[in-house]
C-alpha cells in the first residue's frame, strides 16, 4: 500500500504561481505519477502525468504554465503551477499507479486545495 501526502495548496491571486508537493510511502522510482484536480460541481481530470523514466503529458490548459517533476530520491513528486487563473481553482490530487506482474494497483492522497482569486 502506497501512502500519498500532498502539500502546498492554499490561496493565489491570478498570474500567481504555487508548486505542490507529493510525498509518497515508499521508492517512486517504478511508479506512474499524476496529479488530478476536482473543481466544485465538476468531474475529477487529470492535470498531468509522470512517467518512471521522465516521460510527461499535460491536460490541454496547462500546458505551458505547468510543470510536474518527480524526485526519486526523496520519492516526491511535484506540481509546479504558474500563470495561475482563477479557473484552476480545484481540489487537488496525488495520484500512484503500480504494476506489480499482472496486477495494478492506484492509490490516491487526501487532496489539497488551490484557490486562486483576487
Known amino acids: 500500500q502506497v501512502q500519498l501526502v500532498e502539500s502546498g495548496g492554499g490561496l493565489v491571486q491570478p498570474g500567481g504561481s504555487l508548486r505542490l508537493s507529493c510525498a509518497a510511502s515508499e521508492s517512486i522510482s517504478s511508479i506512474h505519477l499524476s496529479w488530478y484536480r476536482q473543481a466544485p460541481g465538476k468531474a475529477r481530470e487529470l492535470v498531468a502525468r509522470i512517467r518512471p523514466f521522465g516521460s510527461t503529458n499535460y491536460e490541454d490548459s496547462v500546458k505551458g504554465r505547468f510543470t510536474i517533476s518527480r524526485d526519486n530520491a526523496k520519492n516526491t513528486v511535484y506540481l509546479q503551477m504558474n500563470s495561475l487563473k482563477p479557473e484552476d481553482t480545484a481540489d487537488y490530487y496525488c495520484?500512484?499507479?503500480?504494476?506489480?506482474?499482472?496486477?495494478?494497483?492506484?492509490?490516491w492522497g487526501q487532496g489539497t486545495q488551490v484557490t486562486v482569486s483576487s
Open positions: 495520484n500512484a499507479v503500480v504494476y506489480r506482474g499482472p496486477s495494478r494497483y492506484e492509490y
